[in-house]
């Protein structure tokens, strides 16, 4: 699941317009590009996916290619390592796969409309203690973003149940502690961010967010973010603290011998660093 998830934003083309006369006429403006293609890969201390944990507190290597259209529409893809102890009987990854169109509204705001399809080759829910059902983690969210200067929101809503979760799965991957409620579909999630330039090339970003889970209010949560980054020897460096009140029970995991487990919306220092291309 990308966080955050980090899609390529593209500008409409500038509108420019003014008295030209013929004798001393001013250059005409570069237009943008008709097409555009970019890419990212970070190596980050943990992945957080809406302040939870993805890899078990540990390691992910990321990467995606963005493309971009100067009409508004962009489409790309990301993926990431991912835990098994968490996603059961797959490959440890995930990719996401996204598409929308962006545009302006005004001036200074922007509405950004779009779908992302989170999957996971091979991972399937358990049915029961280490065999494996046909009931698969993948995710499909549609979502509606604005953003005006430094701010953004966006909320995105499951069009699928909400990462396999349904009366059929709720009983074994959340430890037997939930009924059986019916399916999660329409769960949604209000992503909120403000990023503040600091000066001498540093940005402080901050994140609140918050995960409605339909049919599951146990599993609902707030999880926030404070982040500093800055572009130093031609990468991106980036600290954050991310945390959640996200509920232990619901919210653990433990390695494939069903020990050590971990608290996946604790509290913690996250580093990462990364280049764009």
């Known amino acids: 699941m990308k966080k955050n998830i980090s899609t390529l934003s593209l500008a409409l083309a500038a509108l420019f317009a003014g008295s030209v ?6 250059p005409a403006a570069a237009a943008s590009p008709e097409h555009t293609l970019t890419g990212n890969l970070s190596l980050n201390s943990d992945y957080r996916f809406r302040g939870i944990s993805q890899t078990w507190r540990l390691p992910a290597l990321q990467g995606g290619f963005d493309y971009a259209h100067r009409s508004g529409f962009y489409a790309g893809t990301w993926a990431s390592n991912v835990s098994g102890n968490s996603y059961n009987n797959g490959a440890g990854l995930e990719l996401d796969l996204y ?3 962006k545009f302006s509204l005004t001036q200074d705001l922007t509405l950004d409309l779009g779908a992302l399809a989170y999957v996971y080759p091979g991972a399937k829910l358990n049915s029961a203690p280490g065999v494996a059902s046909n009931k698969a983690y993948d995710n499909l969210d549609l979502y509606a973003g604005i953003s005006a200067g430094a701010f953004s929101a966006k909320l995105s809503v499951a069009a699928t149940d909400y990462f396999g979760l349904n009366s059929d799965t709720a009983g074994f991957a959340y430890f037997n502690s939930l009924a059986a409620k019916g399916s999660s579909k329409g769960s949604a999630y209000l992503d909120l961010n403000y990023n503040f330039d600091l000066g001498q090339g540093l ?5 609140l967010g918050y995960l409605h889970v339909r049919n599951y209010g146990e599993l609902s949560y707030t999880d926030a973010k404070l982040s500093i980054s800055k572009e130093m020897l031609g990468l991106n460096w980036s600290a954050a603290v991310v945390g959640s009140n996200a509920k232990r ?3 653990q995991a433990g390695n494939a011998a069903g020990q050590d487990a971990k ?6 220092l996250l580093v990462s660093v990364g280049k764009s291309f």
């Open 21 to 26: 006369q013929a004798q001393d006429a001013a």
């Open 99 to 101: 598409g929308g169109f």
């Open 203 to 207: 940005t402080l970003g901050a994140h």
């Open 249 to 251: 029970d619901f919210y």
């Open 263 to 268: 608290q996946l919306g604790k509290t913690g």
